[in-house]
């Protein structure tokens, strides 16, 4: 049996110490990583043993955690018939727990027992635990307490002396002449705090909190270190902000100090620390991701495409952090939901319902996941919902197209930029196939004659019932899906014609002010007053990743630089220091900022990155 690393076991014996006399919290209630509490310990992908054991009145008592598995199980041994064992857990430092968890009792003839497994983390509510065991054998006893330190490229409690760089990402603040500061690490993503300008006796130390700065209950003072007679200053050792094992990332930092004769402190504002552009969207986007549900709640179609640009990050960056997320999305969401649950609509199984748009986003997303993972039931699965979406190709109704929904009363860009792009795809990764490709190419040639295409090359949204262009408002999304679906097309048939369709969309698209003002991409609804819907404030990331592949079929260097200069742009006015991105990139005006918004700033520094 393995044992855990001396820094581990230092660092939770230390922590152990702190812990204060506690009382027993409320019954526990289930936490769902990537499994559920009480799973069965013969699943565990790892065994440790990261406390000493304990002797409780000739019982040994055990605690056994899998940092594979974030979980921890307790173990009774060489005891008799009725001795107990449990778990307790604490999400507070130690404050309070969750007692009694998975209690067993020893049976008759045997001499030990052992409970069921319980998650140490709970990144949905964006919190770490404490866990020991606890055991009933003529009297009661526990183990250490153990919080398993974070590491990510270095582990908490690392020194100062080994950071790689040293960036300050927002101001110092200063206090009775003492001037705290937050340094980071930005190729580690590592932390610390100083002060100096003062005496002895000053402390400086960080807080860390998983949920920007709204809790940090097992993150405060952090490596609080005070200065020694002598000098002037000191610092604390480098923390991690980013706990890959506990699935929770974009952890946020600040420095915090005391000066010696006074009992009130002083803060730096709030940082998440990443290497990256890309990698920092990435990290404050799955502090949304909910791992209990599998998707971003609470918009279906949106976590779709959210999944995508997550899966194109991975893809382009090489980053494996959030692989397990492509899975948990796919198995908690095949099933069947009733309306209401995630979506207005019922979702019928393998990702479809009535919305024929909403279920192409999810073949979307799996086309893109199997490509990342090679993992074939996602493109079985996207062969599915395809299969689906071509129920309702209708030439009855202005000589072809995909319905918008199932009642049939709309044919409309969005769902047709799907299909198009959809079938393309699904002949690409579809040895042998021709039915694939003949539908593509009829699409290809239906959307270049149905008159959504205006005269100065924009999509319109749709068609009337008249089958004509309904001259409704140009969205950034229509014109991307328009872009990918020729430009995809192309690189299956060589038609130049493709091609040619596709530039011209581009073209368009970043030189008419209806989509681009000053060198940004714009929608109307970025514009004075107005504000994006929930719909809206993705659309934008949907146009980049397909500019993005005309750009590298094309090799223009003009699609390259307007790609950069989004990055850029909103890197530089639409960022806070906890690196949400919002949906104004230009920083102007009434901005707004959620993960949808999130998702489609990743899609464009992914696409610069790449």
């Given at each position: ?14 922590f ?15 936490v ?16 440790t ?45 130690g ?33 770490r ?7 009933d ?13 974070v590491?990510?490229?270095?582990c ?15 101001p ?41 700065g ?31 094992r ?43 991701y909910?791992?209990y ?9 949106n ?5 995508t ?56 997303a ?17 062969v ?9 190709w ?43 490709l ?41 014109q ?16 130049t ?7 011209t ?24 007053t ?34 950069q ?30 993960w ?15």
């Amino acid at each position: 049996m393995s044992r855990l690393p001396g820094l581990l076991l230092a660092a939770a014996l230390a922590f152990a110490a702190l812990v204060p006399v506690a009382t027993p919290a409320s019954a526990a209630t289930q936490v769902c990583v990537l499994a559920c509490d009480t799973l069965d310990p013969s699943q565990a992908r790892q065994e440790t043993f990261p406390v000493p054991d304990k002797d409780l009145n000739g019982r040994r008592l055990e605690l056994h955690v899998s940092d594979a598995d974030d979980m921890a199980w307790a173990g009774i041994d060489d005891g008799v018939t009725g001795d107990s064992v449990w778990l307790d857990r604490s999400w507070d430092g130690g404050a309070t727990w969750e007692g009694l968890l998975g209690k067993a009792s020893i049976p008759g003839t045997w001499t030990g027992t052992r409970t069921l497994m319980y998650n140490i983390t709970d990144p949905r509510n964006h919190r770490r635990g404490l866990v020991r065991a606890c055991g009933d054998a003529a009297g009661v006893g526990c183990t250490n307490w153990v919080h398993p330190a974070v590491c990510d490229t270095l582990c908490d409690g690392t020194s100062a002396g080994r950071a790689a760089g040293d960036d300050q990402p927002v101001p110092s603040t200063t206090l009775y002449g003492r001037t705290i500061r937050l340094h980071v690490d930005q190729p580690d993503s590592m932390a610390w705090a100083s002060i100096d300008s003062g005496g002895a006796g000053d402390e400086i130390w960080l807080d860390r909190s998983w949920d920007g700065g709204s809790t940090w209950p097992d993150g405060s003072s952090l490596g609080r270190t005070a200065t020694p007679s002598g000098a002037t200053g000191t610092r604390t050792a480098m923390y991690a902000t980013r706990d890959p094992r506990g699935l929770l990332y974009g952890g946020a930092v600040r420095a915090c100090g005391r000066e010696a004769s006074h009992n009130e402190g002083s803060c730096t504002a709030w940082v998440r620390p990443a290497a990256t552009r890309a990698r920092a969207a990435a990290d404050a986007l799955m502090t949304s991701y909910d791992p209990y549900d599998g998707w971003w709640p609470s918009s279906w179609w949106n976590s779709a495409a959210t999944l995508t640009s997550l899966v194109d990050f991975a893809r382009t960056t090489g980053t494996h952090d959030y692989d397990w997320a492509v899975a948990r999305t796919f198995d908690r969401n095949k099933g069947a939901f009733a309306a209401g649950v995630r979506s207005s609509d019922a979702i019928e199984g393998d990702f479809v319902s009535r919305s024929i748009d909403d279920s192409g986003w999810w073949a979307i997303a799996w086309i893109d996941a199997y490509d990342y993972t090679h993992d074939h039931r996602y493109l079985d699965e996207a062969v599915t919902i395809a299969d689906y979406v071509q129920q309702y190709w209708d030439t009855g109704t202005c000589g072809g197209g995909v319905w918008w929904d199932r009642e049939r009363t709309y044919k409309n860009a969005v769902t047709n930029g799907q299909y198009l792009w959809l079938t393309t795809a699904l002949h690409q990764r579809i040895p042998g196939d021709t039915v694939w490709l003949q539908r593509a190419t009829t699409s290809a040639a239906w959307f270049k004659a149905s008159g959504m295409i205006g005269p100065s090359g924009l999509v319109n949204d749709g068609l009337t019932s008249a089958c004509a262009n309904n001259g409704s408002t140009v969205w950034s999304y229509n014109q991307g899906l328009a872009i990918g679906g020729f430009t995809e097309l192309w690189r299956s048939t060589g038609d130049t014609s493709l091609l040619t369709t596709a530039r011209t969309l581009a073209d368009a698209a970043i030189g008419n002010p209806a989509l681009t003002v000053g060198g940004v991409l714009t929608e109307s609804c970025d514009v004075g007053t107005a504000s994006c819907d929930d719909n809206q404030k993705q659309f934008k990331g949907i146009f980049m990743r397909n500019l993005a592949d005309l750009a590298t079929a094309t090799g223009s260097g003009t699609y390259r630089s307007y790609v950069q200069k989004q990055a850029d742009t909103l890197w530089a006015q639409d960022r806070t220091s906890l690196n949400a991105l919002g949906e104004r990139w230009a920083g102007t005006g009434r901005n707004q900022s959620d993960w949808r918004t999130q998702a489609s700033a990743l899609g464009v520094l992914t696409a610069a990155a790449g």
